[in-house]
Nanobody, 124 residues
């Protein structure tokens, strides 16, 4: 079993930045690919970014490329999402996700564990 706890959400103006953190426990952290999904009101959950267990490989949704950066610190069992140049369209609940193997992912069906989510609100 893996527990995921997100932090760092909040409200920011368009063009601003936020850094989300997700602390994991209950499993050897480096054996899990980690990532982020988001869900806006009335919309389906969508993939944002992922990172392999070693941190060597990353994957991003097209709508965040060049603006968001995912990273991980395996010594701290934590994955981060640095979000820059935020837009009102980025407003959503951001959920941390973990896979039960270290291979990078992109689809919801590949996820074994979810965090509760943290709200990100970007005002215009």
């Amino acid at each position: 079993q893996v527990q995921l706890v997100e932090s760092g959400g909040g409200m920011v103006q368009a063009g601003g930045s936020l850094r989300l953190s997700c602390a994991a426990s209950g499993r050897t952290f480096s054996s899990s690919a980690m990532g982020w999904f988001r869900q806006a009101p009335g919309k389906e959950r969508e993939f944002v970014a992922a990172i392999s267990g070693s941190g060597s490989f990353t994957n991003y949704a097209n709508f965040v490329k060049g603006r968001f950066t995912i990273s991980r610190d395996n010594a701290k069992n934590t994955v981060y999402l640095q979000m820059n140049s935020l837009k009102p369209a980025d407003t959503a609940v951001y959920c941390c996700a973990a896979r039960s193997n270290p291979i990078i992912f992109i689809e919801i069906r590949e996820i074994s564990y979810w965090g509760q989510g943290t709200q990100v609100t970007v005002s215009s």
